[in-house]
Structures are given as structure tokens and as C-alpha cells.
């Protein structure tokens, strides 16, 4: 990807479909310049068809339940741009039942929350680069089902001994908030800034893996489409707001109060320090 030294670099994961092919299209459509991030061969070709013809967009291929995968994204990105402008966290979903991967993470855990810790601890080199002309930005897509969690459990993190798929989402998207948080705290000072969003319930395939009642909770649901949260997404990528007072939680394009448990920093740095020690014991 040739970097035009004035035009923007985003980086959107999940790009290959839904709010992230939505949001890396609208971004394009402004003249930035997009990577996109994806897992599966058919809509990552289709997203390169219908996003490359209107402006630069690079498609990338990776399992985000493998951490090795992630730090190899991270690396072919280093070497395709000098610097990012907005890293947009936005790949996830949920899972019928406890899927334990070849490195021995949990699924859920390792796609939603795990890849965006290590994907933003590699660039953030290549994010530091872009603050000489404003502030750069890390936006999380987390969800209302954090809501349902109580906390974290720090004596099974990854839900490896008790796991129920929607608990294990909700845990995750926990996570996404705390993360954020603790984000903002570190690296404010550097001028990147983090904030986090709920996209309300989505008409794609999110759930198309989860369990039976999450599908029917997703089939009966009032959904919206990938357009609406993409145009918060791009809000904040691209607005005034998005770039002041990071550690925030967003929806539809307004500010809101996340669940108590969202809000503890005590956790937040914790969450950190421990999602740290599980990157460490994978190589990483």
C-alpha cells in the first residue's frame, strides 16, 4: 500500500463484513487511507472488490483467536505504513461453547479481547508516530452486554473452568471497556486517545457461531444496520469528540455512563498487568 505522506491510515479489523467493511468504506469514501483486517478468504475478496474501487484499501488475512496471527498482522502493517492515524478494534464475536485454541486460550476471550490488546501494543509505535498533526485514536467496539457481568473472575480470566457462552461475551466486552480505560490513562500523555462504543444490536453475521438462544435472541431482536454504528464509529475516528478526554463509552454518536463494573480503574490496571502475564506466556 502506497502511504500518500498527507492522507490518513486506519486500520479496521473485521473489515471483511458488516460494521467494519461499513466503517472502512465510509473512510475511504473520505480519503483515508484504509487496512482493513479479515479472517475469512470469500468476504475479505469481496470486501477488496467493493471498497478498492473507491479509494486505497489494503484487505489483510488473520485468525484473531491466534495471538501469533495478530503479531504477524501487526508486523505486515509496520511494513506497509510508517504510521497510524486511527486503529479501530472491531473484530469479535461469541461462540456456542468453550473452544480452547492451539496456543491454550479461550476463544471468545482470545478474539475479543486478547487480539486487541496485543494488535494496539504493537502499533502503538506507528500510532505515536501520527500525533505530530492531532491525536491519534484507539476505538474499541464493545457492547450493552457488559452490562449482565458483575465483574471479572481474576481466578478464571479466560472462563477455561466454568465457561457459558453468553457470560464469556459478556466478560469479554467487559474487558473491552477496562481495557480502554486503562488505555486513555497510559498513553494521554502521548496523545493518543481511546474511547470505546456499543453498536446496538446489528443485522450481520455476528452470532452466526453462537449458541441457540444467542441466535434467537439475535433473530428476534429489533437490529439495526451496519451503517448506523459505522457512522459512530467514523464520529469518532473523524469528529472533534472522539479525539478529547479519552477512557469514554459511546452510542449512537452520544456519550453514555457505562455499568459500575466498567467504571472500576482498580480493575482496569489489573485487567492490564494480567492480560500482560497471559501475552508473556505465549512468547509474546
Known sequence: MPTDSKAPVAVVTGASAGIGRSTAGRLVEFGWQVIGVGRDPRRCAEAVEQLGASGTFTMLRGDFTLMSEVRQVARVIAALTPRVNVLINNAGGVRDR???????????FAA???APVLLTRELLPLLRSSTAHGP??????????????????????QSLNDFDATKAYARAKLANILFTRELARREGSTGIVAQVMHPGVVASNFASHGNAAMRAHMAAADTVSPDEPARTLVWLATGEEG???????????????PAPPAQDDAAAARLWTESEKLLAGLGL
Open 112 to 114: 475479543n479481547h486478547l
Open 136 to 157: 491519534a485514536r484507539v476505538i474499541a467496539v464493545s457492547s450493552s452486554a457488559h452490562r449482565i457481568c458483575k465483574g471479572l473472575d481474576w481466578d478464571d480470566l
Open 98 to 108: 468453550r473452544i480452547v485454541t492451539a496456543e491454550g486460550t479461550e476463544a471468545t
Open 243 to 257: 479525539g478529547r478526554a479519552g477512557g469514554r463509552y459511546f452510542h449512537r454518536e452520544a456519550e453514555e455512563t
